[in-house]
Each structure stands twice: as structure tokens, then as C-alpha cells.
């Protein structure tokens, strides 16, 4: 799956209200009509960055978790092993050439009942312009072009971006208000309507390349709950160690206990887990926020809104089409995704939108629309062609490769397990949702990425080469 090239350019038209703390009740991506390019005066400096302060997160998702958890029991869970995501996408399909014109009506009002997660340890676990009916002031901005920002591809977390053209090659327009002194905070705030889209407009896809005679058809998945203990935090100590709010987005975190930016491989060795079969690795990946709740109003990176947790998380280990793997060593760490693929372009994009029943439609640049009682989900592939010296590099890239496009690791490198993260959330009807993001991204679907250190025991990773290579689904 390649991932198309995306900007932040938007339309020429803007709703601007007066100035004021920026609040989600008039951040709601449903309400803005505009989709400015990414400028250096619509973020805020580093100096203005601050450590956040994930409590309130935690209490107000505890409150939506009530009554998210409320429906549960009115769901069937899922499956979520290989074979059964074959499966799915077969139904996926199904399900699209069965759907009714009274169906199509239903398009874009995602979040149904909340479904089960059969992964988790019990121990662990209205598109339009409204600003005016609110009351409030609008105002035409006068359209001017912007530069992009742009930074190295390899620099997922630090530094400074520098002025440049547009990723894609082209000028995006700005929109700037015409009344001085008057300044709307959600207008380059982002996402902008543009940046979903109907899972019935996203053409099918084949996920994964065909496993050829030497292939390796098995799978291992990791059951390590879905961050019901609140481990969240601003920091990433494999792009960013040593620095607390090095993302300046708050992450998820399941498996290890204790990771935080100052994370090492001696903590991780000795820190618990919520995963079962004693896999202390960590799983993070940015958290997605419920932009209609008037919650973390005044975070300074403008993630607003409140943070939603998965409903479900899948950690699902895979062969490759060619060959058989070998295992992972101890504390290798592994990215996939760029989180300023917005300003830096899409060569290291990775991101997956799709929707529960529809899984072999996949958006790499738009987040998914679903329809009632199908779930949002975020599908994070990892690369898995390991150069078989390194657990990590200067980029955070190049020790681990992604396959060719028939499945086969580049010469040179050999197949590790390859990960592959499924998380499904119940989301607010209509384009209200928003990944978490560097401010100068404007929480563009295309940013999304996840993160992982591999610190299973090694008989435990031994266990998982066994499965893969034998064909068994563990």
C-alpha cells in the first residue's frame, strides 16, 4: 500500500470568528469550511510547547469509557486473526454491494455500539458552515499563497522545519483574515472536512502480497489490553530520548509499564506489563480525540478535544511471502509512519484509515467515514526486513526496511515478524475525529504513525518464529 502525496492546502473560503481561547465546541472539524496551509505564525514556538498534562485526559475518558463500556455488552466481538480479517474483507465487500440507497444516507455517521475487545487481559485491560448559527461573527479571508513547511524526512520529532515549497510541488492557498486584529484559533487548527471521506469512496485494495511456496502463512498476536490503565504521555524516548513533550502529542501506550521518554533497555527489562505470555515490549502509537467535547481547551500543540480510547487492540505478528523469518533481537526498536508526512511528504507515510466490515478499503491520506455500527480503525503496518546487525539507526529507518512489492526483503536484509497494529474506536457521528499531531501538521489523517521496542523474553520470540514459519495462527 503507497500512500498518496498530501498537502495541507485547503479551500478558498474561511468562517473567521473573534478572537479567544480556542475551545472544541468551535473546533469541531464539521464546522470549518477551510483548509489553510501550514504557516510558522499559525503554531505555537517551542517556547510556547509545554509538558501537558494527561490527568484531565484520563478523567474525562473514564466518564466517556462508562458509557462507551455500557454498549458493550450489546456487541459481538470481533475476530481479529489473519484468517478472520481475510474473512472480513471478503464481507467487507459483501457488505458494500448490499447496501441500500436508505444506506448510503447513513454514510459518514461513524460510531455505532462499542465493540468487544477479544485481545484485552481482564486483569489489564452536519458538514457545513454553522459558525453564524452559533452566534458568532464570520468573516471572508482573502486566499494568499504559502509556503510549506518542510523538514528532513528523517527527523520525526526534533528540529526546527525550514520554509519551502509545497511536498507535493505545487503552491497551496492560505487563508488569512481580512480584518485586522481578528484571528479564528480553530482556522488553522485542522482537520478540515476535506480530510475525510465515504469508506464507500475508498477503492478496494489488496493488503497484503500473495505467500508464495517459501512463504511463511502464520501469525502470533500479542494480547495486552487497550490502555484501560491510562499509561499516556507527550514523549518518545526512540525518536526523542532523553526529552519529556518530545512529541508534542500525547501517545497510548499498551504492554510495558513503565515507558516515558527516559525509557532504556535496563528499564524496560525490569518494568511490568499488561501484555500476557510476560511481553514487556511497548506498543504506542498518537491517541485520536473526540473534537466535539470542550476538553484540553488550552493545550498549547492544539490537540483539543477528548482523547478516545480503543475499543480494541490487535498486535498481530506475520510471516513474509517469500521466505521464512528469523527472530527480532532484544530492544530492537521499530517506527513506521512520519509524523510531519504533512509538511515533509509522503515517502515514509504509512497511515491506514478504514472501518470495521470494510477492511480491504483502506485510506492512506483521508480519515474514514463509516457507517452506523461500524467502527473507525487505524491499521499501522510495520516494516519487517531487518539488515540483521542493528536494533536501531541514525534515522530510526534504515536497520528496518519494509518488503519489496511481491512481499520479498531487499538483498541484504532478512524477514523479521512483521507487526501489524489494528485499533478500532467508536468515534462521533460526521468528520468530528482527530489524530493527535505536531501543531504545524494541522492533524492531517496522513501523520498517523505508531512506534514499538521489541522486549519479549527470547523464548517467547522463539515461540513466535515457530508459529510463523509452521504455519499456525498462536
Not at 499509561?231 to 499498551?254: E, K, M, Q, R, T
Request: a negative charge; one cysteine or more.
Amino acid at each position: 500500500m503507497s500512500a498518496l502525496a498530501v498537502a495541507a492546502g485547503g479551500l478558498v473560503s474561511a468562517a473567521v470568528i473573534g478572537a479567544g481561547p480556542a475551545r472544541a465546541d468551535h473546533c469541531d472539524p464539521a464546522q470549518a469550511t477551510a483548509s489553510p496551509s501550514a504557516s510558522p505564525s499559525a503554531s505555537p514556538t517551542a517556547q510556547q510547547r509545554r509538558n501537558r498534562n494527561g490527568q484531565q485526559d484520563q478523567n474525562d475518558q473514564q466518564n466517556q469509557d462508562q458509557n462507551q463500556d455500557q454498549q458493550q455488552d450489546q456487541q459481538v466481538p470481533e475476530e481479529q486473526n489473519t484468517g478472520q480479517q481475510q474473512d472480513d474483507q471478503q464481507t467487507g465487500q459483501q457488505q458494500d454491494d448490499q447496501q441500500t440507497g436508505d444506506q448510503q444516507d447513513q454514510t459518514g455517521q461513524g460510531g455505532g455500539a462499542a465493540v468487544l475487545d477479544p485481545a484485552q487481559d481482564p486483569e489489564a485491560e452536519e458538514t457545513a458552515s454553522t459558525f453564524s448559527r452559533r452566534g458568532r461573527q464570520t468573516r471572508t479571508p482573502t486566499p494568499s499563497p504559502s509556503a510549506s513547511q518542510t523538514q528532513n524526512p528523517d527527523d520525526d520529532a526534533t528540529g526546527q522545519p525550514s520554509q519551502s515549497a509545497s511536498p507535493t510541488g505545487s503552491a497551496s492557498p492560505s487563508a488569512s483574515p481580512t480584518a485586522t486584529g481578528e484571528h479564528d484559533e480553530c482556522l488553522d487548527l485542522g482537520p478540515f472536512v476535506e480530510d475525510f471521506v465515504s469508506i464507500r469512496d475508498v477503492q478496494p485494495v489488496q493488503l497484503d502480497a500473495r505467500a508464495g511456496r517459501n512463504g511463511s502463512r502464520g501469525s502470533f498476536v500479542s494480547q495486552c489490553g487497550t490502555n484501560r490503565n491510562g499509561h499516556n504521555n507527550p514523549d518518545n524516548f526512540i525518536v526523542a530520548p532523553g526529552v519529556s513533550n518530545g512529541a508534542h502529542h500525547l501517545h497510548d501506550y499498551v504492554g510495558n509499564l513503565s515507558t516515558d521518554g527516559f525509557s532504556t533497555d535496563e528499564s524496560l527489562a525490569a518494568a511490568g506489563t499488561t501484555c500476557r505470555q510476560g511481553d514487556k515490549s511497548t506498543y504506542f502509537w498518537p491517541v485520536l480525540r473526540d473534537r466535539k467535547v470542550d476538553v484540553n481547551t488550552e493545550d498549547p500543540d492544539g490537540n483539543v478535544g477528548q482523547v478516545l480510547r480503543a475499543r480494541s487492540v490487535t498486535l498481530q505478528f506475520r510471516g513474509n511471502a517469500t521466505s521464512r523469518v528469523v527472530a527480532m533481537p532484544r530492544f530492537i526498536r521499530i517506527i513506521t509512519g512520519d509524523a510531519k508526512a504533512a509538511t515533509n511528504g509522503t515517502a515514509n507515510a504509512r497511515a491506514g484509515w478504514s472501518c470495521s466490515g470494510f477492511q480491504n478499503r483502506i485510506s492512506p491520506d483521508k480519515y474514514t467515514l463509516c457507517p452506523r455500527g461500524s467502527q473507525v480503525l487505524r491499521i499501522l503496518d510495520f516494516p519487517s526486513c531487518w539488515d540483521g546487525q542493528n536494533t536501531d539507526s541514525a534515522n530510526h529507518r534504515t536497520h528496518v526496511v519494509f518488503p519489496g512489492q511481491g512481499g520479498a526483503c531487499p538483498q541484504g536484509t532478512r524477514a523479521i515478524p512483521a507487526l501489524r497494529m489494528t485499533l478500532a474506536y467508536s468515534v462521533p457521528q460526521g468528520p468530528s475525529y482527530a489524530v493527535d499531531a505536531f501543531p504545524e501538521q494541522k492533524h492531517n489523517p496522513v501523520t498517523d504513525h505508531a512506534d514499538f521496542a521489541n522486549v519479549m523474553p527470547d523464548r517467547l520470540m522463539q515461540f513466535v518464529v515457530s508459529c510463523i514459519n509452521r504455519g499456525r495462527r498462536c
